[in-house]
């Protein structure tokens, strides 16, 4: 009897602290659960201007992996609705329009015309937005000034200015005369980048040689080239997403090329399939700095307190196949400094 009751003794004490440890786990569990149902959740809306320029991809990359790092995630904390416009206006501003009918949290809008749609349909219920990949905002009147939002849009600009395109493309090709300059009319930031070249040109010594063409042109797109190859000594194609798309892009190389005419554009995989260079910014990281910005609005920042923002890091992509194949030679300093060779 005395041996049975100190083990009763010893196991009251050894029972109660499982019962509390099972009361505060139960409490614990209790608690973290309605943590989770009661956690806030996020609602955006993302207008993508085209799925067919791979830099669209890139940036929507980098804006989803910048929410992720910070803990937004769709299904867990965010809701994304997502619509690829495929470059026509009408969807933009429709699908934008459906966006403030949800009453999304925000809407991002990757591209000049998703941009100019979002603005005009958050116009009387000021829903937050933020740009990307926006080649001219200030002259396509997206915003008014990088420092200080007046509207209800913020965002990162893609562009990197002329000048400095120029100052790259004249280390490349020392002996221009003529530039030609491609773009298409209906493109707001390619017309805004396109003067911005036509202007900077005459700063280098350059003839410009300016072609625009209409949307019911392009199907004469290769006598167009064909027509500027002959009279200038490079092709410099600005920032316009018609002639980025890969049918169109490689007619203009084609046709480049068989009349050794060197065309420089503003992105990596431009250089990647057939241009000689592109000095532009790095895609990705721009979708992690848009990325950024919308972390600060979802943390309720206000969108008048976040200024839009240039590219923080400008990268040259030469192909040095092309270099060789059009009897090019590219100075050595310019190719230690480039940052992606194309061999």
């Not at 109660?16 to 009661?38: M, P, Q």
């Not at 027509?227 to 203009?252: F, G, H, K, M, W």
């Amino acid at each position: 009897m005395i041996l049975f009751s100190k083990v009763k003794d010893m196991s009251v004490p050894f029972a109660r602290k499982h019962v509390l440890l099972l009361i505060f786990l139960t409490g614990f569990a209790f608690i973290t659960s309605g943590c989770g149902e009661n956690e806030q959740k996020f609602h955006l809306g993302v207008l993508q201007w085209t799925e067919k320029v791979q830099p669209y991809q890139q940036t929507y990359k980098g804006i989803i992996d910048s929410l992720s790092d910070s803990g937004f995630k769709a299904d867990l904390n965010l809701k994304i609705d997502y619509l690829n416009v495929e470059q026509d206006q009408t969807k933009a501003f429709n699908g934008a329009r459906n966006f403030v009918e949800e009453k999304v949290d925000l809407i991002v809008a990757l591209g000049t015309g998703s941009s100019l749609a979002a603005l005009k349909a958050t116009n009387l219920d000021r829903i937050p937005i933020v740009f990307s990949i926006v080649g001219a905002p200030k002259a396509t009147g997206i915003i008014k000034s990088y420092d200080h939002p007046e509207r209800n849009i913020t965002g990162v600009s893609m562009r990197i200015p002329v000048q400095e395109q120029f100052q790259q493309l004249n280390d490349i090709l020392p002996n221009i005369k003529k530039c030609g300059i491609l773009y298409t009319a209906e493109i707001v930031q390619a017309v805004a980048t396109a003067q911005e070249a036509i202007d900077i040109a005459a700063k280098f010594g350059w003839k410009p040689v300016p072609v625009v063409l209409s949307r019911q042109e392009l199907h004469s797109l290769r006598d167009t080239v064909q027509n500027l190859a002959e009279q200038v000594d490079a092709i410099y194609i600005p920032t316009d997403p018609v002639l980025s798309s890969p049918d169109y892009l490689s007619t203009i190389i084609e046709v480049a090329d068989k009349n050794q005419v060197p065309v420089i554009g503003v992105a990596k995989n431009f250089v990647e399939n057939g241009i000689l260079a592109a000095i532009h910014c790095d895609y990705y990281e721009i979708g992690r700095q848009t990325g950024n910005s919308i972390i600060r609005l979802l943390r309720g920042v206000n969108v008048q307190n976040i200024p839009s923002q240039k590219p923080m890091i400008t990268r040259l992509s030469l192909n040095l196949q092309k270099a060789q194949q059009l009897n090019i030679k590219i100075p050595r300093a310019v190719i230690l400094k480039a940052d992606n060779l194309i061999n």
